[in-house]
């Protein structure tokens, strides 16, 4: 069974507005942790924002934040304020069980329009 | 210099043929991952390894094996590469400190071609 699921393949966003990545996800777990990377076209991965389980605040980093609904197991990003250079594959993976591996979604392709 | 280091970076090969897929790292990490890419599947989990004598399994092992011959060093092979290999590979580390916590550091990836 699917464990990350990201529902939207592509996304548009004027520049300058704000826009939120879907991501919802599925354990049995009371221990785990939520995490957004991002792909630019070049090919590496970015680690932007890390959402543990415990933690009661929603996490914030800087333009990114995690907007975090535990009982929907849903871990959505926002991404404020965006710019050209947020245009990037963005994915959602989560850590958790005895093993603590990193599962990831299938991603979203952001495309922000000038 | 990068803290995960991948080689090589791109491969072209043909059916059938030997491949090997390297990773370093200088971070210290004791835990070493090889993922694979495919477009619209994400990132799926080949090996991981948590210490030198420690290998584990992941989601699509067959056709695959990996060696840890230290601990900043993870191989991956492909014993007889096959077309459906054609993929972006990336190694990644991490710290057994604060599992939970801790995010994935990633390799710039290997493209690898199987013609």
């Known amino acids: 069974a699917q464990k990350i699921t990201q529902t939207q393949p592509g996304m548009f966003v004027q520049e300058k507005e704000a826009v939120t990545l879907d991501c919802t996800y599925d354990t049995s777990d009371q221990s785990y942790g939520l995490f957004w990377y991002k792909q630019p076209s070049s090919g590496e991965m970015i680690f932007l924002i890390y959402?543990?389980?415990?933690?009661?605040q929603n996490a914030t980093e800087g333009r990114y934040s995690l907007n975090f609904q535990k009982a929907r197991k849903s871990a959505n990003l926002v991404i404020s304020a965006s710019q050209l250079g947020d245009s990037a594959m963005y994915f959602c993976?989560?850590?958790?069980?005895?093993?603590?591996?990193?599962?990831f979604g299938a991603g979203t392709r952001l495309t922000v329009k000038p | 210099d990068a803290d995960v280091t991948q080689t090589p970076r791109n491969r072209i090969t043909k059916t059938g043929k030997r491949i090997m897929l390297e990773c370093s790292q200088t971070k210290g990490h004791d835990r070493m991952y090889w993922y694979r890419q495919d477009p619209g599947l994400g990132l799926r989990l080949i090996y991981y390894s948590f210490d030198v004598k420690d290998i584990n399994k992941g989601e699509i092992s067959d056709g695959y094996s990996v060696s840890r011959q230290a601990q900043a060093k993870f191989s991956l092979s492909l014993e007889s590469a096959i077309p459906n290999q054609t993929a972006l590979y990336f190694c990644?580390?991490?710290?057994?400190?604060?599992?939970?916590?801790?995010?994935?550091?990633f390799g710039e990836g290997s493209r690898l071609t199987v013609l």
């Open positions: 990644a580390t991490t710290s057994s400190m604060g599992l939970s916590t801790g995010e994935l550091f």
């Open positions: 993976a989560m850590r958790e069980g005895p093993n603590n591996d990193m599962r």
């Open positions: 959402q543990g389980s415990y933690d009661e």
